[in-house]
Structure formats: structure tokens, C-alpha cells
Nanobody, 118 residues
Framework: VQLQASGGGLVQAGVSLRLSCAASGGTIRNREMGWFRQAPGKEREYVAVIRRSGSSTNYADSVKGRFTISRDNAKNSVYLQMNSLKPEDTAVYYC????????????WGQGTLVTVSS
């Protein structure tokens, strides 16, 4: 499965942004989907995951209460709604997919850059 993230940009602190991840070459229906990010000079870090059912989600403490992950299996897409953005949210955001019916992420998109100015 191929993943393409989009929706990044340059925004001011406090605003919202919605990232999208479109999958092709396979369905996301039976996969866990996640978002990760990598800030300049730092390691890639986990942001959020949504389970296959869509009813279970989990977030990194740094984004809990501000970010929401969702999925639309009919559109073969996953989203990350980011509210109350902070300069420390500046990073390249990547979406990821698991192997069908498995946990863990085996497929990665190319990323979309989010820059939050203060």
C-alpha cells in the first residue's frame, strides 16, 4: 500500500490544520493507521494511532486533547485534525499503515511539512 500525506503548511500558533493521508494500492480497512512526526534535528516520534475498528484511538501526551485522528475507510483515507497548534508542533508529519490484521507499522508515506510560527 502506498501512502500520501497532504495538508501541511505554514501557520501561526493557535490555529488549526487538518492533515490527510490517502492510501492507494490496497485498502486501509483492515489496517491500523498512525501519524508520526519528525522535527528538525530530532528523532521521529509517535503522534497518534487509530485501530482497525476506528473506535479506538491513542495519542502521545504532547498532543492529547489538541489532535484528533480519524479514518474514512470508504475514502481509503486517514486524517489528523490539529487544533491549538504550537511552535513545538513544527515537524514533517508522516502517516503509516500496518500489515493487514497486524499491529505495528510497515508502510510509510513521504510526509508533509507543518511549520507553526509564534
Amino acid at each position: 500500500v502506498q501512502l500520501q500525506a497532504s495538508g501541511g503548511g505554514l501557520v501561526q500558533a493557535g490555529v488549526s490544520l487538518r492533515l490527510s493521508c490517502a492510501a492507494s494500492g490496497g485498502t486501509i480497512r483492515n489496517r491500523e493507521m498512525g501519524w508520526f512526526r519528525q522535527a528538525p534535528g530530532k528523532e521521529r516520534e509517535y503522534v497518534a494511532v487509530i485501530r482497525r475498528s476506528g473506535s479506538s484511538t491513542n495519542y502521545a501526551d504532547s498532543v492529547k486533547g489538541r489532535f484528533t485522528i480519524s479514518r474514512d475507510n470508504a475514502k481509503n483515507s486517514v486524517y489528523l485534525q490539529m487544533n491549538s497548534l504550537k511552535p513545538e508542533d513544527t515537524a514533517v508529519y508522516y502517516c503509516a499503515a500496518s500489515i493487514e490484521y497486524r499491529s505495528g507499522f510497515s508502510y510509510w508515506g513521504q510526509g508533509t511539512l507543518v511549520t507553526v510560527s509564534s
